[in-house]
C-alpha cells in the first residue's frame, strides 16, 4: 500500500480574534493546490483505490476538498488524530487498511514530517503544500521507503501549469 503524507496549502495569517482551527485557505494557497493536486493525480497508481484522510480544521479540510474535487472524488474521512499528531492512531488506522488501497494524509506541520522519519528514517520538511509518498513495507511497527517527495514548485513542472 502506499501512504502519502500531504501538508495543508498556505493559511490565513494567525490573528488574535481567529481560532486557528478556523484559519482558511488563501487565494493564493488554493491556487497552488490546484496545480499540486494536478500533479498528483500523474503520480497516483490508478489501479489502486484511493481515500483521504483529513484533520478536521479548516485549511485541511480545503486541502482534502481540492484534491478530492481533482482526483476524481475519493472519499474524504475527517479524524482529530491529525490535528493532535498521534502516530499511535496512525499505525492503528493503516493496520485496518486493505494492502491494495492509496490513502492521502492531509495533515499539519510537524507531525507529518516525524511521521515520515519514524516510518521510513528519512528526514524531510514539507513546504505548504508538499507531500511524500511512502511505500509501507510493515505496518506493525509502520515501516516503509519514501517513493517520492514533492514540493510545491515541483508540482508546477508536473502538472505542467
Known sequence: MQMILFRHGIAKERGTRMHDADR???DRGKEKLRTA???LRELLRTDQ???IW?????????TAELLHQELGGPEIMYDDFLVHGSFAALEEKVQALAEAETCIVVGHSPW???WCEKICNDRIELKKGGAVAIE?????PLRG???WLMQPKGWMILSHR
Not at 483529513?54 to 480545503?62: D, E, G, I, L, V
Not at 509501507?136 to 506493525?140: A, G, H, L, N, Q
Open 112 to 114: 507529518l514530517d516525524v
Open 136 to 140: 509501507i513495507k510493515e505496518k506493525t
Open 145 to 147: 521507503d519514501i517513493i
Open 37 to 39: 493536486a494536478a500533479g
Open 24 to 26: 482558511e485557505l488563501t
Open 49 to 51: 483505490g484511493v481515500f
Open 54 to 62: 483529513a484533520s478536521p480544521y479548516a485549511r485541511t479540510a480545503q
